[in-house]
């Protein structure tokens, strides 16, 4: 069973920067594609970005965050980040980390969830 915990959201003004971080645990290996999605209320959830889970560590990005937003990861800590720059209003909502033993893009683009892990709420307001 694997456990995931997001942790960084906050109340931040249009322009400025967040790290958000997920902790996993459990039974995960380095082969888990993890990804962040995020849902607004009265919205559906959107794949934020994900990351695959082989060596070359190719990535996704929605097309409302590229250029702006980076994901990363650190294996040997089970650990994977979000950070965020240039917040836009239209960025909040909560976000949560979620991974998937296969397609990093079947993560992102389909859904395709093993777990998911509580949400961050994230607030762009000025």
């Known amino acids: 069973h694997v456990q995931l915990q997001a942790s960084g959201g906050g109340l931040v003004q249009p322009g400025s920067s967040l790290r958000l971080s997920c902790a996993a645990s459990?039974?995960?290996?380095?082969?888990?594609?993890i990804g962040w999605f995020r849902q607004a209320p009265g919205q559906e959830p959107e794949g934020v970005s994900c990351?695959?889970?082989?060596?070359?560590?190719?990535?996704y990005y929605a097309d409302s965050v590229k250029g702006r937003f980076t994901i990363s990861r650190d294996n040997a800590k089970k650990m994977a980040y979000l950070q965020m720059n240039n917040l836009k209003p239209e960025d909040t909502a909560v976000y949560y980390c979620?991974?998937?033993?296969?397609?990093?893009?079947?993560?992102?683009?389909?859904?395709?969830?093993?777990?998911r892990g509580q949400g961050t709420q994230v607030t762009v307001s000025s």
């Open positions: 979620a991974v998937r033993l296969g397609s990093w893009l079947g993560l992102c683009q389909r859904f395709e969830i093993d777990y």
């Open positions: 459990g039974f995960i290996s380095d082969y888990y594609a």
């Open positions: 990351i695959s889970g082989s060596s070359d560590a190719s990535t």
